[in-house]
């Protein structure tokens, strides 16, 4: 057998044994997380007003994320001459939050308790969900740590108060945001020509400290000048709607809005952000994935969370 493998142990291909994001290390006991980064899956999707789905999201970003899972050395990026996320980052897949159906609240609990775990571990949480309430408890669970600002890149501004007596559902989550004593400021991106939000909405978001710019106000600015509008020094939450992008290349989302963004245009942004601020926290939501039979959507949020990590720690290695 010698020449194919078998002598250093089993293969671990990416289409063999359990999807894990990344196929990294599981971790069932969440008392007993050693890592620099946990992934946390939310599949809650009883937030959403419409088409639902991205309850399986979390289940189809990890089943992505193994196409990318050759090995631990990192990857060469020849573009920057680095390598990013190498073996000396240590990643962990928590599995998935206790979610109770048609409980929004005691699935938020079950959310904001994985995430207050891997915080009290002082790892990076990464939660995949689900739809964009499950921002909700992820924010929450910060009350405890120093104050944040919210990063959001999506089409929609989610900035609804109350809505058929909702609260908590996927058009509320930056209302929510804005209210909390620990969060600084919002930044929204991607907001885009869709009828979810009232002018009122805009006028309250841009009164509780938002700063709002349209996929087209964004392109007229580079990406460095788009990380600068985040207040400096400031420890960044980054929240990402996959439905941010275009759907001619995310099509799996139940709320989808022509006009969006193209892959490297978020990709050099959150680049930035990660040289040039504390990314503190991620959640990257709405990954609907029966919507999608390519599974293209699914691929572009694992490889957008991995790269997106690379940034991270390769940034926080090169700063003094």
Same mark, same amino acid.
């Given at each position: 057998?010698?020449? /194919?493998?078998?002598?250093?142990?089993?293969?671990? %291909?990416? $289409?063999v044994?359990?999807?894990?994001?990344?196929?990294?290390?599981?971790? +069932?006991?969440w008392?007993?997380?050693?890592a620099? #980064?946990?992934?946390?899956?939310?599949?809650?999707?009883?937030g =959403?007003?419409?088409?639902?789905?991205?309850?399986?999201?979390?289940?189809?970003?990890?089943? @992505?994320?193994?196409?990318?899972?050759?090995?631990?050395?990192? @990857?060469?990026?020849?573009?920057?001459?680095?390598?990013? &996320?190498?073996?000396?980052?240590?990643i962990?897949?928590?599995?998935?939050?206790?979610?109770i159906? =048609?409980?929004?609240?005691g699935?938020?609990?079950?959310?904001?308790?994985?995430?207050?775990?891997?915080?009290?571990?002082?790892? %990076?949480?990464?939660?995949?969900?689900?739809?964009?309430?499950?921002?909700?408890?992820?924010?929450? @669970?910060f009350?405890?740590q120093?104050?944040? /600002?919210?990063?959001?890149?999506?089409?929609?501004?989610?900035?609804?108060?109350?809505? /058929?007596?909702?609260? /908590?559902?996927?058009?509320?989550?930056?209302?929510?945001?804005? +209210?909390? #004593?620990?969060?600084?400021?919002?930044t929204?991106?991607?907001?885009?020509?869709?009828?979810? *939000?009232?002018?009122e909405?805009?006028?309250?978001?841009?009164?509780?400290?938002?700063?709002?710019?349209?996929?087209?106000?964004?392109?007229? &600015?580079?990406?460095?000048?788009?990380?600068a509008? &985040?207040?400096?020094?400031?420890?960044?939450?980054?929240?990402?709607?996959?439905?941010?992008?275009?759907?001619s290349?995310?099509?799996?989302?139940? =709320?989808?809005?022509h006009?969006?963004?193209?892959?490297?245009?978020?990709?050099?942004?959150?680049?930035?952000?990660?040289?040039?601020?504390?990314?503190?926290?991620?959640?990257?939501?709405? #990954?609907?994935?029966?919507?999608?039979? *390519?599974?293209? *959507?699914?691929? &572009?949020?694992?490889?957008l969370?991995?790269? $997106?990590?690379?940034?991270?720690?390769?940034?926080? +290695?090169?700063?003094p």
């Open positions: 057998m010698s020449g /194919h493998g078998y002598e250093t142990g089993r293969l671990n %291909l990416p $289409f044994g359990i999807a894990t994001f990344g196929k990294r290390p599981y971790v +069932e006991d008392t007993q997380i050693d620099d #980064v946990a992934i946390l899956g939310a599949p809650f999707d009883a =959403t007003q419409y088409r639902s789905g991205a309850r399986f999201g979390p289940r189809a970003v990890r089943e @992505a994320s193994t196409l990318f899972s050759f090995g631990h050395a990192g @990857a060469y990026d020849h573009e920057d001459d680095a390598t990013y &996320l190498p073996g000396s980052v240590r962990v897949d928590m599995g998935d939050a206790d979610i159906h =048609t409980d929004t609240e699935s938020h609990s079950g959310i904001e308790v994985g995430v207050r775990a891997a915080l009290k571990a002082g790892a %990076l949480p990464v939660t995949i969900g689900g739809d964009h309430s499950v921002n909700i408890p992820c924010i929450r @669970a009350d405890d120093p104050p944040i /600002h919210v990063l959001q890149i999506d089409a929609h501004l989610d900035f609804v108060d109350e809505r /058929h007596g909702v609260r /908590h559902g996927h058009g509320n989550p930056m209302r929510r945001a804005a +209210e909390q #004593v620990h969060v600084t400021g919002l929204q991106l991607g907001i885009r020509n869709v009828s979810s *939000t009232a002018k909405g805009y006028v309250d978001a841009r009164a509780m400290a938002s700063d709002i710019l349209s996929v087209r106000q964004c392109r007229a &600015l580079s990406p460095e000048a788009l990380a509008r &985040l207040p400096q020094g400031a420890r960044v939450y980054v929240t990402i709607d996959i439905d941010a992008f275009c759907p290349i995310a099509p799996g989302t139940g =709320t989808p809005s006009g969006g963004f193209l892959y490297y245009e978020v990709l050099e942004l959150l680049q930035q952000v990660a040289q040039r601020h504390d990314v503190v926290g991620i959640d990257l939501v709405e #990954v609907a994935p029966d919507y999608d039979p *390519t599974g293209s *959507t699914a691929i &572009l949020a694992a490889q969370l991995l790269n $997106f990590l690379g940034f991270i720690f390769h940034a926080r +290695e090169q700063r």
